[in-house]
Every structure is written in C-alpha cells, then in structure tokens.
C-alpha cells in the first residue's frame, strides 16, 4: 500500500505524466495488486460527490456564458474608483464570493480579463492584481460547500466518520475570516511583496469592441432606419430573399422586427424596421419604391442596433485555401444560410469593390444573431478575428438566459442552504435546468466539466478505500499521534495543517486531499476526539496552495499575462499561508470543538 502511495506521489512530482494517467495507474494497481476488488477500484466514479463536482461545472459554464460573471466584473470596474484599496477590496471580494459559488476555476476565468482591463485603464501593473485576483478566489472557496471539490470530499468524509457533515454556509464561519483577512494582508503589504510587470500577451480589452469595428469600417454615416408599411410588397418576403445589391451606394446593415430586436423569424412583417447605410437620395427612392417609411422616433444609437444581447458582429479573414478564395462579396449582401449580413467588406483597410473577387488575407465584418455568428463560421474557411463568444461575455453582460440562469442559481442555493435534497440532487436538478432551458446544448456540457477533475476523482477515492482497509492509514495515524503523545489536538491539527499544505504545493490539492483525509479519520478516532476540527483544517490547508505557480491550475492561469516568475509567488503566498494555519489551529476548534 505504501508502495502504490510512493509511486503515486513521485509521479504527481515527476509530472511528465498526464494527471489523469497517474490517478488511473492507481487505480488499476490497486486491482491488480489485490488490495481492492475491480468494483471498488472503480467505485469513486459513481460517489455522489463525484456528480456534484460535475455538476457544478455545468453551473458555472451557465454563469459565464450568459454574461452574469461579466456583469459582476463591470459592476467591480464601474465601483472600484481610482484607489488602489478601494479596487483591491471589491476585486477580492466579488472574486471570493463567485468563487465560493462557482469554484476557484470560474471564478478566475471570469474575472482574469476584467481585471487586465480594469489594471490598465487605472494605470496599475497587472501583475499587482492577478496574485490577488487568484489567492481571493483561494480563500472564498472556503465561504461555500460549492466552493471547491475538496469541501465536497471533506463534508462527506465527516458525515461517514460520524462527526455529522458541514453545511452548504457553514463554510462561511471559517471562509469569511479567511477573505477579510487575506484582503488585509494584501492592501498592506501587497504592493511591496507583489513585482511591478507587465506581460507582453495581455487579454484583449473588448469592451468597446462594437464601436472599434464601426470606426474602422466606417458604418457610422448615412445610416437610415425605414419601417415596413402594411402595403410594402415586402410582407411575408422571405429575409434571405431581400437583396439591394442591384441599387448603387446603399447596403443592408441589418432587419430588426416591430420591437426592435434583431430579426429572428424568416419573412418580414408589417412594422420590422430595415436599416440602410447610403445616400439620403438613394434611401428616398426605396421608401418610396417598398412602401418604407422614415421612422418618426429618434434612431436608436448604431452601436446598441448592431450589438445587443439578441445579435452583434463578427470580423473574419479569408485564410490560405479557403472555398471563399474568388468568391464575390459586397455590404448588404444576405448569407446562404439566411441568418447573417455582411456589413463590410475590405482589403489593406480600405473598402473593397464588389467587383473584386476574395483574396487571402481580406476581410468582412458580419452581422447576425450570436448563436449563427458562432455556428456558421466554420474554422476551415474563415480566420475569426476575435471569438464571438468571447466578445459577448466581455462586451455584453447579462446576456439572452442571464436571468433565467440567476433563477436556476438562486434554486440550487436554497435546496443546498436547506438540505431538503442531498447536494448531489440539487446539483443534477441545477445542471438539467441549465441544459433544458437552452442556456448549454449537450456538446457545451461535456466540455464544461473539468474531466481531469472528474477522473481524477474517481480514481483516486478508491486509494482512501484501501488506506482504510489495509490498515495503512491506521499506520500512520498511530505514528503522529504517538509522535504528538500527549500535546493534544492542537498540534495533531497543526501537524496535519503542515503535511496537507506543503504536499499541496507540489501536487493537487484534490489528490492531497484523499490522501490526507483517512490519515485524519483515524487520528482523529485514536485520540478520542471529533473528526470535524481535524478535517476542516485539512481542507484549508488544501485551499492554502499559495506558494507556487504548480499548485492549482488558477495559479498557472495568471503566471504569464500577470509576468510572473516561479519565485513570486511565495512571497505574498507565505503570510496567507500562516494567515491560514491562524484560523485552522485557533478558529476552527472553538467552531468545532475537539
């Protein structure tokens, strides 16, 4: 049993191993060696915990992709001022609590661009943010049971122990102190323990991404906005059917229905509005000839008409080898597929005659709803310039399905916070909603969940199994608290702390996790004490993984636009870490008493 533990460990270490090989070698060595049967070598990938991990990956996908994490980052920018406390306090704030609800991963993937943007426009070096940004979401893991899988692990651990289980805000206890006083620790001593540097590949900053388009191809003059009359030959005409092509200096820009959404059905009706880009002569004559009229009202801005949370724009290049190569295109010209207009097209910044065919290297600005931009534009024919996805997320929070999935959000908290399903339940009940009211499609799904988590799981819940039952981690447990004699729980905690932490900076504190936890079970039990102190200071001791950028995978996230190097990390990392081990020895046993 040691042996497999060695193997593993060195592995972790070694790292030139995939993950998730390491943890399926166990696994099976566990097998072959006899030690566990087949079923119970493959029994942690239908744990209850497992699913809901899973299943908080669909939730978090969900807040991301309808923009509700973008609007929590702007609603930070717009808040945070120009003081370097004031930015400090409410980034790390907002990022503990999207953490704690989301995951430390969501959390950081959200809010990562936000506040590179947020760093340049207030004139600070991103480097002085992203630590922060990353050891936030560390220490907000702690405020929910959903704040990480190792709560997940660590709840059900102490449930079977017979200690009773944490619930869904108990975290909070220890999760709270653990924000405020990182928060401290950084506005105090962050700008001299943090490196002034700015990386050379920075996330682009996308928020005026509509207007930056509109100026370079220059859309914003002659646009006229003409209603469809009840006697325009234009009713019922199909969208893809409705050319100007054949009517010199004046294009299609976009067909937007009676309410002024973009056009979502296929024919138009009597009131949708049709905006043109042209001379005010030449729109005259194609009022006059469709039965159009002059909308009465002020037109709406150009930039909420071309980019709102039903439609935006998407500019492509032609690449090397593209079918498009020769093909002819020009402004106002509909697709084949009917569902999206292209607005521009040019070649070395100026525009292109519609004469000229495609050449490598051209582009187009196209406009159309946000689920054709991102299915039409197949890879293999177009160069997409920026992602439309993620120029929705930055540009447009609280986009189509945000409030739907904040009502779906909301649901699962409570069924958690009152314990009226088992986590699991509430978040498969939360997952499928997200999936059947249109906010993920199935494809969207399988990507969202982190599979090297999942499996790494799975694979190695069955170590803990055969920890226990070989006896092994009675071996271990006996030697640290003969070891402790008669020093007391305090110091099996802070021994604990110690062990779980420094194997956290090395290798996953998920995997440190399960190898730690039925060390503390038994400990526990041999000293007579309660299992719930003892495990919760190894929980924040796997969240207390600050001290290289190898520890988590979020720490890796920011090492390059943030220009970090490997020994920056300690310096900040260190005081959080001892902050940590405070609240573990200290809070924790007079919340939960030994």
Not at 218 to 227: E, G, I, Q, S, Y
Not at 241 to 269: M, N, P, Q, Y
Not at 507 to 518: D, G, R
Request: net charge negative; glycine share 10%.
């Amino acid at each position: 049993m040691f042996a497999i533990i060695g193997v593993v460990v060195l592995l972790f270490i070694w790292d030139r191993l995939p993950v998730i090989a390491v943890c399926m070698t166990a696994a099976l060595l566990l097998w072959a060696t006899g030690i566990l049967t087949l079923n119970q070598s493959l029994a942690g990938f239908g744990d209850p915990a497992i699913i809901f991990v899973a299943t908080l990956f669909v939730v978090s996908a969900g807040l991301e992709a309808t923009g509700v994490t973008a609007w929590a980052g702007q609603i930070l920018i717009r808040q945070a001022g120009e003081s370097r406390t004031r930015l400090i306090v409410l980034m790390m704030g907002v990022t503990g609590l999207l953490s704690g609800l989301i995951s430390v991963n969501g959390a950081v993937a959200s809010l990562l661009p936000v506040v590179v943007v947020m760093a340049i426009r207030l004139g600070q070096s991103p480097s002085q943010l992203l630590m922060p940004l990353v050891f936030a979401a560390h220490a907000g893991s702690q405020i929910l049971l959903t704040g990480s899988p190792v709560n997940v692990l660590v709840s059900e651990a102490s449930l079977e122990a017979g200690g009773g289980g944490f619930g869904y805000l108990e975290f909070a206890l220890v999760g709270i102190p653990l924000s405020a006083g990182s928060i401290l620790i950084v506005v105090l001593f962050g700008r001299a323990l943090l490196p002034e540097r700015t990386s050379a590949t920075l996330p682009p900053d996308l928020s005026r991404h509509a207007m930056t388009l509109i100026e370079q191809y220059r859309l914003a003059t002659d646009v006229h906005h003409l209603r469809v009359r009840e006697d325009s030959p234009l009713v019922g005409t199909a969208r893809r059917r409705f050319d100007l092509s054949g009517r010199e200096g004046l294009a299609l820009v976009t067909l937007k229905e009676a309410d002024g959404l973009s056009a979502r059905r296929d024919t138009i009706r009597q009131g949708d509005v049709v905006v043109v880009r042209g001379p005010a002569e030449a729109a005259a004559e194609l009022v006059t000839e469709l039965g159009l009229s002059f909308t009465e009202d002020d037109p709406p801005d150009l930039e909420k008409t071309l980019f709102n949370r039903q439609s935006g724009l998407a500019e492509i290049q032609i690449p090397p080898r593209s079918k498009l190569v020769g093909e002819r295109f020009f402004p106002g010209m509909v697709t084949e597929s009917g569902d999206l207009i292209v607005l521009a097209v040019q070649r070395h910044g100026e525009d292109l005659d519609p004469s000229e065919p495609l050449a490598v290297g051209d582009t187009l600005l196209l406009q159309g709803t946000w689920p054709a931009l991102e299915a039409r534009l197949k890879p293999a024919e177009v160069l997409m310039v920026n992602s439309p996805d993620l120029v929705r997320r930055q540009a447009l929070p609280m986009g189509p399905g945000a409030w739907n999935m904040l009502a779906i959000l909301g649901a699962m908290v409570v069924l958690l916070a009152t314990g009226l399903v088992p986590p699991a339940i509430a978040g498969v009940l939360a997952a499928g909603a997200v999936l059947l009211s249109g906010i993920q499609s199935v494809d969207q799904v399988y990507r969202a969940i982190n599979w090297t988590t999942i499996i790494l799981m799975g694979a190695m819940m069955p170590l803990s199994t055969a920890m226990q039952q070989t006896g092994a981690a009675d071996l271990l447990a006996t030697g640290l608290v003969d070891m402790i004699g008669d020093a007391g729980p305090h110091l099996l905690l802070a021994g604990l702390f110690v062990l779980s932490g420094v194997m956290g900076q090395i290798i996953s504190n998920t995997a440190t996790a399960l190898i730690v936890i039925p060390i503390a079970v038994v400990a526990a039990a041999q000293m007579g004490v309660s299992p719930q102190p003892i495990l919760m200071a190894v929980c924040l001791a796997s969240a207390a993984a600050f001290l290289t950028p190898v520890a988590t995978p979020t720490n890796l996230m920011v090492m390059e636009p943030g220009a970090y190097r490997f020994g920056d990390y300690w310096k900040l990392g260190l005081p959080l870490m001892i902050w940590f081990f405070v609240i573990a020895v200290v809070l924790v046993p007079i919340i939960w008493p030994f």
